[in-house]
């Protein structure tokens, strides 16, 4: 499989074929989509099927605006390709028999084949080969859920190839295959991923939109790069290692996700923000415990993300109501939720402690560092510039966008427009 892609890699003899000339001889199948990043405020952690991706307890994440970040990918169908191919970033990821990436193309393929053979006079492309083209614009591994973006974008972007009438939802499922998280990135705005009970054909276990991002655009995120390094434990090894070792994961799982599920849905639906804070927060904190408890134990923080845990803490002391949440997944970036009116005021904070190499502009202006009135400096220390890498400033978004041709990642020919 690998041979084949490197062929095509290097392969530049144009096919006599383009359907977006009106002199074509042939049909191009093509289809480019782009997906969101989520960030977990009930965080997923544990399987109880591992090959289907079942998961041990229901989560519920924040989908962020592609105007920042985001996954593209173009997906096309042609006969001429020898082989499924996959590039990301630039480069071949093989597409192992059996592995994640095989599980979702042929899961698609399976659904375009019952299509045509439910509408007999749609083109039989579903035996095609498919030659998949996707880029992230932030860094892989990041620890902002690449994988998520990532998977989503190419269910999507196989779905609009086929023309498929699923939902979001039943995408979601197919999604999922390919990594948990990703499901919940099927949807814009708030989304939970419900556990489901079927552990046969995980047909219950999919993600569904809590609210629209319309119902609370006030909503915005502040990411804090710690480290943009491939992480050290990946999510899919840390909580196989937790499910095995772990009793307080079952204390969670049976007795703490239930509850604030039912609580933080509340929280949305009515917009407390308050109350969305404390148990976003606390969500966060259980989890990082779950992975201490975890033997041999798994730290995903740092000196850094423990730092802006006190920041905020003695932020939100200010105030009756939690003016900011903190929240973190498998690595050391910390995701601050706050409504519009403080954002400004929690970046001014952060710079504060973490003065950054380059200018940060929430707004339009230049944010300069400053301490709220009341708060105790002495909550942490002032750190050296590059402790925190970068501040990216983003809000709750939208789901997977279809994108033009012009937006396309394959040339002509079907090889990635970088490698051309
Ligand atoms: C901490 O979805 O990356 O971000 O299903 O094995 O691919 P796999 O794991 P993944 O785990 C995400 C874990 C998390 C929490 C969350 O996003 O809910």
Redesign the pocket.
């Known amino acids: 499989m690998l041979v084949r892609c490197a062929f095509i890699e290097t392969y530049k003899t144009p096919f006599y074929c383009n359907n977006f000339s009106s002199h074509s001889t042939m049909s191009i199948y093509q289809a480019t989509t782009s997906a969101p990043v989520?960030?977990?405020c009930i965080?997923?952690?544990g399987?109880r099927n591992e090959s289907l991706?079942l998961p041990t307890n229901s989560?519920l994440?924040v989908t962020l605006s592609q105007d920042n970040l985001r996954s593209t990918t173009t997906a096309r169908a042609d006969p001429s390709f020898t082989a499924d191919c996959l590039w990301l970033n630039g480069k071949v990821d093989p597409i192992k028999p059996g592995g994640r990436l095989h599980t979702c193309i042929s899961e698609m393929k399976r659904l375009r084949a019952a299509f045509e053979a439910a509408n007999p006079d749609q083109p039989k492309i579903a035996s095609f080969n498919v030659h998949i083209c996707s880029f992230n614009n932030f860094p892989t591994a990041a620890g902002l859920?690449s994988?998520?973006s990532g998977f989503a974008a190419l269910v999507y972007a196989l779905a609009k190839l086929y023309a498929l009438p699923q939902t979001p939802e039943e995408l979601s499922l197919i999604a999922r295959r390919g990594?948990?998280?990703?499901c919940r990135s099927l949807f814009g705005g708030f989304v939970a991923w419900d556990m489901g009970s079927d552990d046969v054909t995980g047909l219950d276990s999919k993600a569904r939109q809590v609210a629209p991002e319309s119902h609370w655009p006030e909503m915005e995120a502040l990411i804090c790069v710690v480290n943009d390094a491939k992480k050290g434990t990946s999510?899919?090894s840390g909580?196989q290692r937790t499910v095995v070792t772990s009793a307080l994961l079952q204390h969670r799982i049976g007795y703490v996700v239930p509850s604030r599920m039912a609580d933080i849905e509340s929280a949305i639906a009515d917009k407390r923000f308050g109350d969305f804070a404390e148990i976003t927060m606390r969500d966060s904190n259980q989890?990082h415990a779950v992975a201490l408890d975890t033997y041999p134990p798994i730290f995903y923080m740092n000196d850094v993300s423990r730092a802006i845990i006190a920041i905020i803490t003695e932020y939100n002391r200010l105030s009756d109501q939690p003016k900011a949440a903190y929240t973190y997944?498998?690595g050391p970036n910390a995701v601050i939720y706050a409504l519009t009116p403080n954002v400004r005021e929690i970046a001014q904070l952060i710079l504060y402690y973490f003065p950054q190499a380059e200018k940060i502009v929430i707004g339009g202006q230049e944010v300069e560092a400053a301490l709220p009135e009341g708060f105790n400096e002495a909550v942490a220390k002032r750190w050296e510039v590059g402790s925190v890498k970068g501040l990216i400033h983003t809000r709750v978004g939208d789901g997977p966008r279809v994108l033009s041709d012009s937006e396309a990642l394959l040339n002509a020919q079907g090889i990635p427009k970088v490698l051309a």
């Open positions: 989520n960030i977990a965080k997923y952690w399987k991706i989560s994440s859920a994988s998520a990594s948990g998280s990703a999510s899919t909580m989890f997944d498998a």
